[in-house]
């Protein structure tokens, strides 16, 4: 085939693939309209957007890599859901633009970005934002998970391409959908010695010990009660591990291995 011809196949390509996108766009009205009131943390479903990526990464089976699948769909689903209720993203950045990388990597450029000088603040944009999310590293150590629970909860453990080592949780405020499958996130007292329990399904993501006492970020697949129990047993403290958020191990991993896949090409 001439160039001439293969660019014109590319131009039909194109023109199929952006009719396909405009249709799935134009289908945000009427899912947001199914959905009801658009203040409600139906609107932009974490769960959701969790499955939708890994069906794509499941199917995937061709020579583009999977990041550029990874960044492309989460980009629609960015727009889609913008669509349905506009959306910005409170930056917390340690200067090494960790945050911002992965922000733009789960959003695309079109997303609004705001930059907040700490942790803390990204946290409190959100309590005023209920709609809006965070991007949050995890590293810092200054125990910025503390604050989580009515106002603003974790979604999701991102991280961009080639950057797997650093870790961010996507925070979502009061009206961004809860995170239901995967790992349960909870912010468990410590004792006054500081000491770590070791149980079996549970880890230890981070601590930390302040004022307020030592406390411990921890991730568990276990039934609540379960959690609950074993902390308690472990650590002789009679205070129950405070559900905070979620994240779906499985997509952080299939990320991981979209951006060793990336690396190797
Ligand atoms: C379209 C929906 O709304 C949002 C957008 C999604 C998407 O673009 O696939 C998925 C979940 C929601 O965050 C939906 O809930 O299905």
Known sequence: MTLDALRNRID??????????????????????????????TIIQPDREARVLKRRFDDHDGVL?????????????????????????????SGDGVARDVARFWFGFQAGLVPADTAASALA??????????????????GWWTGLGETAHV????HAPG???????????????????GATLYRAALGSTGD????????????????????A???????????????????GIDSRPLAIGGFDPDLISVA??????????
């Not at 944009?125 to 150590?141: F, R």
């Not at 979604?155 to 991102?158: G, H, I, W």
């Not at 770590?196 to 406390?215: C, E, F, K, L, N």
């Open 155 to 158: 979604v999701a453990r991102l």
């Open 12 to 41: 039909t390509i194109d023109a199929e693939v952006h009719a396909l996108l405009m249709e799935r766009a134009r289908m945000a009205a009427d899912i947001a309209a199914t959905k009801g009131d658009l203040r409600s943390a």
């Open 217 to 235: 970020l921890i991730a568990s697949r276990l039934p609540e009660e379960t959690v609950d129990k074993a902390w308690r047993e472990a650590t």
């Open 196 to 215: 770590v329990p070791d149980i079996d399904g549970v880890d230890i993501i981070d601590t930390v010990s302040g004022p307020g006492g030592a406390h």
């Open 125 to 142: 944009s959100l309590a005023s934002n209920p709609g809006d999310l965070a991007v949050v590293p995890l590293a810092g150590g200054d």
């Open 65 to 93: 890599p999977l990041p550029i699948i990874a960044h492309i769909w989460r980009t629609v689903i960015s727009g889609v859901s913008g669509l349905q209720r506009p959306f910005q993203i409170h930056l917390s950045d």
């Open 163 to 181: 950057r797997e080592s650093d870790h961010c949780f996507l925070i979502g405020g009061a009206l961004i959908g809860r995170s239901t499958e």
């Open 256 to 265: 991981g291995v979209a951006a060793q896949s990336s690396r190797s090409e």
